[in-house]
T-cell receptor, first 111, second 113 residues
């Protein structure tokens, strides 16, 4: 079983729509969580960290549910520039700070 | 401030050839990693290092070797390339505090024919 699993999509949404991605992690000892964004043929870039209390950065909101072992990313008022692959990440601090990546969820925002 | 720099950016190898991929970071990070990314497989950890002079195996280490002789550099070697090693390779580094996330290099696209 993979450490982190996410729906690969693709998600095709119109501009202005709200879209949500979910991700589950298998190890309850996971300590830190992130969402990364990866554009086609580019490196992943940190989008935001995910905190237990939930956190917001502009149009993006991330939530963590430790009891159910899932994290989510909500994008409001989607822009064309949001089109990318979104990677969910969990870390276990006792493994050299190793990060476990999901396979990514593809989002295309349509004009 | 360059961050994480990978060289080369592209390479085509013949089966059986060897090569070394270089990753250099100028952020004084302790932890460095090599990942490969294949369609449908996501990012898979090859090897990692928690400090100068240390290395450890990740999820898919076979066919690769690494060295970290200097804190700022992490080298990935392919001794005898195989077509199955055709992939995009990403180097990443972090300070060691998970809350800061990884910084990735721009990747190396390797094709083995």
């Amino acid at each position: 079983r993979k450490e982190v699993e996410q729906d690969p999509g693709p998600f095709n949404v119109p501009e202005g729509a709200t879209v949500a991605f979910n991700c589950t992690y298998s190890n309850s000892a996971s300590q830190s969580f992130f969402w990364y964004r990866q554009d086609c043929r580019k490196e992943p870039k940190l989008l935001m960290s995910v905190y237990s209390s939930g956190n917001e950065d502009g149009r993006f909101t991330a939530q963590l549910n430790r009891a159910s072992q899932y994290i989510s990313l909500l994008i409001r008022d989607s822009k064309l520039s949001d089109s990318a692959t979104y990677l969910c990440v969990a870390t276990l601090s006792n493994t050299g700070n190793q990060f476990y990546f999901g396979t990514g969820t593809s989002l295309t925002v349509i004009p | 401030n360059a961050g994480v720099t990978q060289t080369p950016k592209f390479r085509v190898l013949k089966t059986g050839q060897s090569m070394t991929l270089l990753c250099a970071q100028d952020m004084n990070h302790e932890y460095m990693y090599w990942y490969r990314q294949d369609p449908g497989m996501g990012l898979r950890l090859i090897h990692y290092s928690v400090g100068e002079g240390t290395t450890a195996k990740g999820e898919v280490p076979d066919g690769y070797n690494v060295s970290r002789l200097k804190k700022q550099n992490f080298l990935l070697g392919l001794e005898s390339a195989a077509p199955s090693q055709t992939s995009v390779y990403f180097c990443a580094s972090t300070s060691g505090r998970a809350v800061y996330g990884y910084t990735f290099g721009s990747g190396t696209r390797l094709t083995v024919v």
